[in-house]
């Protein structure tokens, strides 16, 4: 089984549509990240937490929210989609603050807002 | 300017070539560098951190030169399995991690 997950894999909204995007993680790690990726941008992170009472905006928050409802579950709510939130979305995961730490990736949420 | 540049490519090289991707980061305090490797509409994977003296894997060798603010990637005797993205990251002080944009790599038979 895969050490992180997220569902759904693939969703197709429409403008003005409350979604969630949801991811588990089975690898214990205390911190979890959102990014979005969209062609030639590279990652860009959303939000991020280091443990279930901490969460921290990313460099693009804006129109997005998150829930770290467990150590192990970390959801991204889009409140009020928008055609431009139109990407493929990964949640990751990494252990800690160490200079080893790393960062393990769900297999991506591929969304399209019509 | 940018946290993390690389040159996207694309970089196209017949089997059994050594190619180099480089890798310049603007955060001079910055405290751990990586290499992940992307295939087409999956998650990035890590393919080796980057320590200071330099390290190799394999076919794979990175180099970090902290002075400079560079990080390299070599791939010695290129196979058509090495086609993918190589993403460049580094972890800041804050202990966010930044991502370049990648370099795309296709090998040709």
């Known amino acids: 089984d895969a050490d992180v997950t997220q569902t759904p894999r693939n969703r197709i909204t429409k403008t003005g549509k409350r979604i969630m995007l949801e991811c588990s993680q089975t690898k214990g790690h205390d911190r979890m990240y959102w990014y979005r990726q969209d062609p030639g941008l590279g990652l860009q992170l959303i939000y991020y937490s280091f443990d279930v009472k901490d969460i921290n905006k990313g460099e693009i928050s804006d129109g997005y929210s998150v829930s770290r409802q467990a150590q192990a579950k970390f959801s991204l709510s889009l409140e009020s989609a928008i055609p431009n939130q139109t990407a493929l979305y990964f949640c990751?995961?990494?252990?800690?603050?160490?200079?080893?730490?790393?960062?393990?990736f769900g297999p991506g949420t591929r969304l399209t807002v019509l | 300017r940018k946290e993390v540049e690389q040159d996207p490519g694309p970089f196209n090289v017949p089997e059994g070539a050594t190619v180099a991707f480089n890798c310049t980061y603007s955060?001079?305090?910055?405290?751990?560098f990586f290499w992940y490797r992307q295939d087409c509409r999956k998650e990035p994977k890590l393919l080796m951190s980057v320590y200071s003296s330099g390290n190799e894997d394999g076919r794979f060798t990175a180099q970090l030169n902290r002075a400079s603010q560079y990080i390299s990637l070599l791939i010695r005797d290129s196979k058509l399995s090495d086609s993918a993205t190589y993403l460049c990251?580094?972890?800041?002080?804050?202990?966010?991690?930044?991502f370049g944009t990648g370099t795309s790599l296709t090998v040709i038979p």
């Open positions: 990251v580094v972890k800041s002080t804050g202990n966010q991690f930044y």
């Open positions: 990751a995961t990494s252990d800690g603050p160490s200079d080893a730490d790393t960062q393990y």
């Open positions: 955060n001079s305090a910055s405290q751990s």
